[in-house]
Protein backbone atom coordinates (compact mmCIF):
# COMPACT_ATOMS: atom_id res chain seq x y z
CA UNK A 1 0.00 0.00 0.00
CA UNK A 2 0.98 3.37 -0.50
CA UNK A 3 -0.12 6.48 0.57
CA UNK A 4 -1.03 9.25 -1.79
CA UNK A 5 -0.19 12.49 0.15
CA UNK A 6 -2.23 15.32 -0.80
CA UNK A 7 -0.71 17.20 1.89
CA UNK A 8 2.52 17.04 0.90
CA UNK A 9 1.44 17.32 -2.72
CA UNK A 10 -0.33 20.37 -1.77
CA UNK A 11 2.36 22.39 -0.19
CA UNK A 12 4.80 21.26 -3.36
CA UNK A 13 2.47 23.23 -5.26
CA UNK A 14 1.79 25.83 -3.76
CA UNK A 15 5.91 26.66 -3.13
CA UNK A 16 5.74 25.86 -7.18
CA UNK A 17 3.22 28.65 -7.67
CA UNK A 18 4.89 31.14 -4.95
CA UNK A 19 7.79 30.96 -6.95
CA UNK A 20 6.03 31.88 -10.01
CA UNK A 21 4.44 34.90 -8.18
CA UNK A 22 7.56 36.35 -7.14
CA UNK A 23 8.44 36.13 -10.57
CA UNK A 24 5.08 37.87 -11.73
CA UNK A 25 6.45 40.79 -9.24
CA UNK A 26 9.75 40.62 -10.48
CA UNK A 27 8.38 41.74 -14.18
CA UNK A 28 6.11 44.43 -12.77
CA UNK A 29 2.85 42.09 -13.86
CA UNK A 30 -0.23 42.21 -12.21
CA UNK A 31 -0.35 40.33 -9.07
CA UNK A 32 -3.33 37.60 -8.87
CA UNK A 33 -6.23 38.38 -7.38
CA UNK A 34 -8.82 36.46 -6.07
CA UNK A 35 -12.13 37.60 -4.03
CA UNK A 36 -14.54 35.64 -2.15
CA UNK A 37 -18.25 36.37 -1.19
CA UNK A 38 -19.34 34.96 1.81
CA UNK A 39 -22.79 34.91 3.39
CA UNK A 40 -23.99 34.66 6.94
CA UNK A 41 -21.68 32.93 9.11
CA UNK A 42 -22.17 29.19 8.53
CA UNK A 43 -19.29 27.73 10.56
CA UNK A 44 -17.78 25.80 7.47
CA UNK A 45 -17.95 28.14 5.50
CA UNK A 46 -16.34 30.82 7.80
CA UNK A 47 -13.34 27.90 7.88
CA UNK A 48 -13.37 27.01 3.92
CA UNK A 49 -12.99 31.12 3.29
CA UNK A 50 -10.54 31.53 6.18
CA UNK A 51 -8.56 28.63 4.77
CA UNK A 52 -8.70 30.41 1.00
CA UNK A 53 -7.30 33.80 2.37
CA UNK A 54 -4.40 31.89 4.42
CA UNK A 55 -3.44 30.04 0.86
CA UNK A 56 -3.75 33.47 -0.73
CA UNK A 57 -1.49 34.67 1.47
CA UNK A 58 0.95 31.96 1.35
CA UNK A 59 1.45 32.17 -2.13
CA UNK A 60 1.73 35.89 -2.46
CA UNK A 61 -1.96 36.80 -4.14
CA UNK A 62 -4.12 39.66 -3.67
CA UNK A 63 -7.27 38.25 -1.91
CA UNK A 64 -10.77 39.96 -0.38
CA UNK A 65 -13.43 38.56 1.21
CA UNK A 66 -16.57 40.17 0.90
CA UNK A 67 -19.15 39.65 3.74
CA UNK A 68 -23.02 39.67 3.97
CA UNK A 69 -25.59 39.30 6.76
CA UNK A 70 -27.75 36.54 5.96
CA UNK A 71 -30.71 38.95 5.68
CA UNK A 72 -29.03 40.19 2.16
CA UNK A 73 -31.24 40.48 -0.66
CA UNK A 74 -30.71 38.86 -3.62
CA UNK A 75 -30.47 41.68 -5.87
CA UNK A 76 -27.43 43.21 -3.29
CA UNK A 77 -25.69 40.36 -4.23
CA UNK A 78 -26.57 40.21 -8.32
CA UNK A 79 -25.20 43.53 -8.16
CA UNK A 80 -22.03 42.68 -6.63
CA UNK A 81 -21.62 39.97 -8.75
CA UNK A 82 -22.02 41.91 -11.59
CA UNK A 83 -19.47 44.47 -10.10
CA UNK A 84 -16.14 42.02 -9.21
CA UNK A 85 -17.23 40.85 -12.97
CA UNK A 86 -16.68 44.26 -14.38
CA UNK A 87 -13.48 45.11 -11.31
CA UNK A 88 -10.33 44.80 -13.75
CA UNK A 89 -8.35 44.18 -10.24
CA UNK A 90 -9.95 40.61 -9.44
CA UNK A 91 -9.00 38.15 -11.51
CA UNK A 92 -11.18 35.28 -10.45
CA UNK A 93 -13.94 35.19 -7.68
CA UNK A 94 -16.22 32.45 -6.03
CA UNK A 95 -19.25 32.58 -3.82
CA UNK A 96 -19.07 30.18 -1.00
CA UNK A 97 -22.14 27.81 -0.82
CA UNK A 98 -24.31 27.08 0.90
CA UNK A 99 -26.31 30.09 0.40
CA UNK A 100 -29.45 31.18 2.96
CA UNK A 101 -32.80 29.77 1.30
CA UNK A 102 -33.89 32.86 0.23
CA UNK A 103 -31.07 33.10 -2.55
CA UNK A 104 -30.80 31.19 -5.78
CA UNK A 105 -27.64 29.86 -5.90
CA UNK A 106 -27.80 28.93 -9.84
CA UNK A 107 -29.21 32.32 -10.29
CA UNK A 108 -26.30 33.90 -8.48
CA UNK A 109 -24.15 31.19 -10.28
CA UNK A 110 -25.22 32.56 -13.55
CA UNK A 111 -24.60 35.74 -12.80
CA UNK A 112 -20.75 35.15 -12.65
CA UNK A 113 -18.68 36.01 -15.76
CA UNK A 114 -17.13 32.68 -16.75
CA UNK A 115 -13.81 34.06 -17.47
CA UNK A 116 -13.67 34.68 -14.05
CA UNK A 117 -15.73 31.45 -12.67
CA UNK A 118 -12.44 29.94 -10.43
CA UNK A 119 -14.87 27.52 -8.90
CA UNK A 120 -15.90 26.01 -12.30
CA UNK A 121 -19.47 26.15 -10.84
CA UNK A 122 -21.27 28.12 -13.94
CA UNK A 123 -22.60 26.00 -16.88
CA UNK A 124 -20.14 27.53 -19.74
CA UNK A 125 -17.23 25.84 -17.86
CA UNK A 126 -18.86 22.67 -17.10
CA UNK A 127 -20.10 22.36 -20.83
CA UNK A 128 -16.55 23.70 -22.17
CA UNK A 129 -15.02 20.81 -20.26
CA UNK A 130 -17.58 18.29 -21.63
CA UNK A 131 -16.41 18.91 -24.97
CA UNK A 132 -12.79 18.82 -24.12
CA UNK A 133 -12.17 22.62 -24.40
CA UNK A 134 -10.26 25.10 -22.40
CA UNK A 135 -11.92 25.78 -18.66
CA UNK A 136 -12.26 26.10 -15.17
CA UNK A 137 -12.66 22.82 -13.56
CA UNK A 138 -13.53 23.00 -10.07
CA UNK A 139 -11.58 22.12 -7.35
CA UNK A 140 -11.93 18.71 -5.98
CA UNK A 141 -12.44 17.32 -8.94
CA UNK A 142 -9.19 18.92 -10.41
CA UNK A 143 -7.43 18.32 -7.67
CA UNK A 144 -7.80 14.71 -7.78
CA UNK A 145 -6.57 14.77 -11.96
CA UNK A 146 -3.34 16.76 -10.49
CA UNK A 147 -2.88 13.48 -7.54
CA UNK A 148 -3.43 11.08 -10.51
CA UNK A 149 -0.81 12.92 -12.73
CA UNK A 150 2.37 13.71 -9.59
CA UNK A 151 1.71 9.75 -8.94
CA UNK A 152 1.70 8.85 -12.31
CA UNK A 153 -1.33 6.64 -12.00
CA UNK A 154 -2.21 4.59 -15.27
CA UNK A 155 -5.59 5.77 -16.20
CA UNK A 156 -6.00 4.56 -19.73
CA UNK A 157 -7.58 1.46 -20.55
CA UNK A 158 -8.45 1.06 -16.98
CA UNK A 159 -11.97 0.70 -15.49
CA UNK A 160 -12.96 3.50 -13.16
CA UNK A 161 -16.07 3.38 -10.73
CA UNK A 162 -17.12 6.86 -9.93
CA UNK A 163 -19.42 6.26 -6.69
CA UNK A 164 -21.51 9.68 -6.28
CA UNK A 165 -23.34 11.76 -9.17
CA UNK A 166 -23.03 15.01 -7.74
CA UNK A 167 -22.32 18.48 -10.06
CA UNK A 168 -19.21 19.35 -8.11
CA UNK A 169 -17.22 15.87 -7.83
CA UNK A 170 -18.69 12.64 -9.20
CA UNK A 171 -20.35 14.07 -12.58
CA UNK A 172 -17.51 15.97 -13.42
CA UNK A 173 -14.80 13.40 -12.68
CA UNK A 174 -16.43 10.65 -14.43
CA UNK A 175 -16.29 13.00 -17.83
CA UNK A 176 -12.71 13.80 -16.99
CA UNK A 177 -11.43 10.12 -16.35
CA UNK A 178 -13.02 9.11 -19.83
CA UNK A 179 -11.71 11.64 -22.14
CA UNK A 180 -9.14 11.23 -24.75
CA UNK A 181 -6.10 12.59 -22.44
CA UNK A 182 -4.24 12.27 -19.87
CA UNK A 183 -4.64 11.71 -16.94
CA UNK A 184 -8.31 9.82 -18.76
CA UNK A 185 -9.12 7.17 -21.43
CA UNK A 186 -10.47 4.93 -18.60
CA UNK A 187 -13.73 3.07 -18.89
CA UNK A 188 -15.95 4.64 -16.49
CA UNK A 189 -19.00 3.62 -14.71
CA UNK A 190 -20.80 6.35 -12.61
CA UNK A 191 -22.75 4.77 -9.80
CA UNK A 192 -25.52 6.54 -7.17
CA UNK A 193 -27.94 5.81 -5.16
CA UNK A 194 -29.79 3.56 -7.68
CA UNK A 195 -27.43 1.57 -8.61
CA UNK A 196 -28.31 -1.94 -8.70
CA UNK A 197 -25.40 -4.69 -7.62
CA UNK A 198 -23.17 -1.86 -6.55
CA UNK A 199 -20.45 -4.30 -4.33
CA UNK A 200 -20.22 -6.41 -7.79
CA UNK A 201 -19.38 -3.11 -9.84
CA UNK A 202 -17.34 -1.55 -7.53
CA UNK A 203 -15.24 -5.13 -7.17
CA UNK A 204 -14.06 -5.06 -10.74
CA UNK A 205 -12.75 -1.49 -10.33
CA UNK A 206 -8.97 -0.87 -11.00
CA UNK A 207 -9.50 2.75 -9.69
CA UNK A 208 -12.37 3.55 -7.03
CA UNK A 209 -13.66 7.03 -6.17
CA UNK A 210 -15.79 7.17 -3.22
CA UNK A 211 -17.41 10.64 -3.72
CA UNK A 212 -20.86 9.66 -1.72
CA UNK A 213 -20.69 11.28 1.40
CA UNK A 214 -21.31 8.46 3.47
CA UNK A 215 -18.73 7.65 6.60
CA UNK A 216 -16.84 4.59 5.83
CA UNK A 217 -19.12 3.31 3.33
CA UNK A 218 -16.85 1.58 1.23
CA UNK A 219 -15.27 -2.04 3.39
CA UNK A 220 -12.07 -4.15 2.28
CA UNK A 221 -14.94 -7.21 0.71
CA UNK A 222 -15.94 -4.50 -1.87
CA UNK A 223 -13.00 -3.86 -3.74
CA UNK A 224 -9.90 -6.07 -5.39
CA UNK A 225 -6.67 -6.74 -4.45
CA UNK A 226 -3.97 -4.04 -6.14
CA UNK A 227 -7.25 -1.51 -7.05
CA UNK A 228 -6.76 2.44 -6.14
CA UNK A 229 -8.74 4.05 -3.94
CA UNK A 230 -9.56 8.11 -3.73
CA UNK A 231 -11.98 9.06 -1.15
CA UNK A 232 -13.45 12.40 -1.06
CA UNK A 233 -15.67 11.87 1.86
CA UNK A 234 -15.41 14.25 4.64
CA UNK A 235 -17.95 13.37 7.47
CA UNK A 236 -17.05 15.57 11.17
CA UNK A 237 -17.94 12.61 14.21
CA UNK A 238 -17.72 13.46 17.40
CA UNK A 239 -14.74 11.32 19.39
CA UNK A 240 -13.09 11.14 22.59
CA UNK A 241 -9.86 10.30 21.86
CA UNK A 242 -9.18 13.72 20.13
CA UNK A 243 -8.57 16.96 21.62
CA UNK A 244 -11.06 19.11 19.96
CA UNK A 245 -13.79 16.49 20.77
CA UNK A 246 -14.07 15.75 17.01
CA UNK A 247 -12.51 13.71 13.91
CA UNK A 248 -13.03 13.66 10.13
CA UNK A 249 -13.84 10.02 8.59
CA UNK A 250 -13.68 9.47 4.51
CA UNK A 251 -16.23 7.40 2.47
CA UNK A 252 -13.97 4.74 3.39
CA UNK A 253 -13.11 2.40 5.90
CA UNK A 254 -9.68 3.05 5.54
CA UNK A 255 -7.40 0.84 7.91
CA UNK A 256 -9.16 -2.12 6.37
CA UNK A 257 -9.19 -1.15 2.68
CA UNK A 258 -5.81 0.50 2.90
CA UNK A 259 -4.52 -3.35 3.20
CA UNK A 260 -5.66 -4.29 0.07
CA UNK A 261 -4.92 -1.21 -2.14
CA UNK A 262 -1.80 0.10 -4.58
CA UNK A 263 -2.46 3.37 -3.69
CA UNK A 264 -4.75 5.32 -1.21
CA UNK A 265 -6.00 8.86 0.13
CA UNK A 266 -5.81 9.25 3.37
CA UNK A 267 -8.70 11.58 5.20
CA UNK A 268 -7.22 13.95 5.99
CA UNK A 269 -4.61 14.72 4.56
CA UNK A 270 -5.14 13.37 0.89
CA UNK A 271 -8.07 15.11 -1.15
CA UNK A 272 -9.06 17.97 0.84
CA UNK A 273 -5.85 19.59 1.09
CA UNK A 274 -5.51 19.78 -3.06
CA UNK A 275 -9.29 21.35 -3.40
CA UNK A 276 -7.62 24.90 -2.22
CA UNK A 277 -4.52 24.77 -4.11
CA UNK A 278 -6.78 24.11 -7.64
CA UNK A 279 -8.54 27.33 -6.51
CA UNK A 280 -5.24 28.89 -6.94
CA UNK A 281 -4.13 27.08 -9.68
CA UNK A 282 -7.35 28.80 -11.51
CA UNK A 283 -6.87 32.13 -9.91
CA UNK A 284 -3.47 32.04 -11.71
CA UNK A 285 -4.52 30.82 -14.81
CA UNK A 286 -7.43 33.70 -14.70
CA UNK A 287 -4.70 36.17 -13.87
CA UNK A 288 -2.51 35.01 -16.70
CA UNK A 289 -5.86 34.96 -19.44
CA UNK A 290 -4.69 30.71 -20.08
CA UNK A 291 -8.28 29.60 -20.05
CA UNK A 292 -9.87 32.58 -21.44
CA UNK A 293 -7.63 34.49 -23.94
CA UNK A 294 -7.62 38.21 -23.26
CA UNK A 295 -8.37 40.51 -26.29
N1 LIG B 1 -18.88 25.08 -0.38
C1 LIG B 1 -18.27 23.88 -0.17
N2 LIG B 1 -17.27 23.71 -1.06
C2 LIG B 1 -17.27 24.80 -1.86
C3 LIG B 1 -16.46 25.20 -2.96
O1 LIG B 1 -15.55 24.52 -3.42
N3 LIG B 1 -16.77 26.40 -3.51
C4 LIG B 1 -17.78 27.17 -3.05
N4 LIG B 1 -18.02 28.33 -3.66
N5 LIG B 1 -18.54 26.84 -2.03
C5 LIG B 1 -18.27 25.65 -1.44
Known amino acids: MKLIDGKKIANQIKE ?40 CIQVGFNSTVIRYEDDVAEDTLLRK ?8 EIDGFIVQL ?9 KIIEAIDPKKDVDGFHPVNLG ?19 LIKRYNIETSGKDVVVIGRSNIVGKPISILLGQKANPGNATVTLTHSRTKNLKE ?4 ADIVIAALGAAEFLTA ?12 GITRVKSDKT ?12 DEVAEKTEYITPVPGGVGP ?12 ASKGEIYPRL
Not at 16 to 23: G, P, R, T, Y
Not at 81 to 88: C, E, G, I, Q, T
Open 16 to 55: EIAVEVEQIKEQGGKIPHLAALIVGHDGASETYVGHKEKA
Open 98 to 106: PMPKHISEQ
Open 81 to 88: VYDLNNDP
Open 201 to 204: IVSR
Open 274 to 285: MTIVSLLQNTLK
Open 243 to 254: KSGWKLLGDVKF
Open 128 to 146: RMVIGLPSYVSATPAGIIE
Open 221 to 232: DMIKDGATVIDV
